[in-house]
């Protein structure tokens, strides 16, 4: 069974999954062909328009290809060691950029509040303060959730006039 809900938000399930998972697996492509990374990701929510905030450097491979490109990334999100009869995740797709400057500073509290041992550890805190804050703004997203049913799926799709670039 699935569901495709074409409408503002995403539906309160796949938010859910969301907010129960904190790394993604994030794929790309860049002139050496396909590859993807494993981030810790904090979800993000501005003025009602759901984003995943995560942390790499401009000098990382996938920070490379994100800068150089059109941003287009594709991820899931699940945790290990699943049954198949309960097996729970996401996938999804969209646009990532970089924040800088004053976005940059209204985006990391939220990342600051899922992983609260940065700001606790000095050293850390000062490293992260160095690195990248990125942000990957879905417009597709599926919950797969075989505990509802074998292949049972939740789909949404950002409206058109909606795409945040």
């Given at each position: 069974m699935s569901e495709n809900r074409t409408q503002p938000r995403p539906p309160g399930e796949i938010l859910a999954a969301l907010g129960a998972h904190t790394t993604m697996t994030l794929a790309y492509a860049d002139d050496d062909g396909p590859q993807a990374c494993a981030v810790l990701y904090a979800p993000a929510d501005s003025?009602?328009?759901?984003?995943?905030?995560?942390?790499?450097?401009?000098t990382t491979r996938h920070g490379r290809a994100l800068l150089a490109g059109d941003g287009r990334a594709a991820f899931t999100a699940q945790r290990d060691g699943q049954e198949w009869t309960a097996l729970t995740g996401i996938q999804g797709r969209g646009v990532c950029r970089r924040l800088e400057g004053a976005e940059r500073e209204i985006a990391w509290p939220a990342y600051a509040a899922r992983y609260p041992y940065v700001e606790r550890d000095d050293r850390l805190r000062r490293a992260m303060e160095r690195t990248d804050l990125w942000e990957l703004r879905p417009d597709w997203l599926r919950l797969t959730d075989?505990?509802?049913?074998?292949?049972h799926k939740t789909e949404w799709t950002r409206q058109m006039g909606d795409r945040h670039v």
């Open positions: 003025a009602g328009d759901p984003a995943l905030l995560f942390v790499t450097s401009v075989n505990g509802q049913g074998f292949g």
